[in-house]
């Protein structure tokens, strides 16, 4: 099973690509480690990895009303990882569509 999960594609990462930044995110499995996150970005994209930065985003709580009453519950916690690749590379998203 993968490490990356999915990549993250959001006004934010669109900004770095705009100003020419080659700094993407993606959707990392909660143990991975920075070192695990690279080589798999360097092995599936085949590019050069500058640095790795992680964080852990805590899920949203979310409330429901309904016909039923009221729902409340929680929405996942996830890792994310802030790739930044080196002078002269980037990645493609889209050239498998």
């Known amino acids: 099973m993968s490490i990356l999960k999915r990549p993250i594609i959001t006004e934010r990462t669109a900004l770095y690509i705009e100003r020419d930044l080659p700094k993407y995110g993606f959707e990392v499995d909660n143990d991975a480690t920075k070192d695990e996150i690279k080589a798999e970005v360097e092995r599936i ?20 009303y309904t016909k039923r009453g009221f729902f409340s519950g929680k929405k996942s916690n996830f890792k994310k990882a802030i790739v930044t690749l080196e002078k002269g590379f980037e990645i493609d998203f889209y050239k498998h569509i």
Do not use: P
Request: a positive charge; hydrophobic letters at 30%.
């Open 45 to 64: 994209y085949e590019v050069k990895v500058d640095s790795v930065n992680t964080m852990i985003v805590r899920g949203k709580k979310r409330t429901r």
